[in-house]
Nanobody, 124 residues
Framework: EVQLVESGGGLVQAGGSLRLSCAAS????????IGWFRQAPGKEREGVSC????????YYADSVKGRFTISSDNAKNTVYLQMSSLKPEDTAIYFC?????????????????WGQGTQVTVSS
């Protein structure tokens, strides 16, 4: 059974940092793409970043480029999202998701497995 468990969310002041973790089980990272998505109240879910488990290719939304870094530890089946220079507009529930694909995309509809989410709140 595929399971994804996010952790690391919390309350931080603007300009601060957080590191989110996505612990995966039930599948081999090499054959999957992992994405981070977020959803703020009243807004649609949007792609933040994603990584290919096969070749490590990474992608970022324009809104987070230069501030967020996605990485994976395949031995631990864990994907991280290091978030720096956080802004109030980064406030949202952050989800990690897995897709059985060698290619990572920012389209949430390509991901079949989702975690329960972790809240990130950035105060001004």
């Amino acid at each position: 059974e595929v399971q994804l468990v996010e952790s690391g969310g919390g309350l931080v002041q603007a300009g601060g940092s957080l590191r989110l973790s996505c612990a995966a089980s039930g599948f081999t990272f090499d054959n999957y793409a992992i994405g981070w998505f977020r959803q703020a109240p009243g807004k649609e879910r949007e792609g933040v970043s994603c990584i290919s488990g096969s070749d490590g290719s990474t992608y970022y939304a324009d809104s987070v480029k230069g501030r967020f870094t996605i990485s994976s530890d395949n031995a631990k089946n864990t994907v991280y999202l290091q978030m720096s220079s956080l802004k109030p507009e980064d406030t949202a529930i952050y989800f990690c998701a897995a897709a059985y694909s060698y290619i990572a995309t920012m389209n949430p509809y390509t991901y079949g497995y989702w975690g329960q989410g972790t809240q990130v709140t950035v105060s001004s």
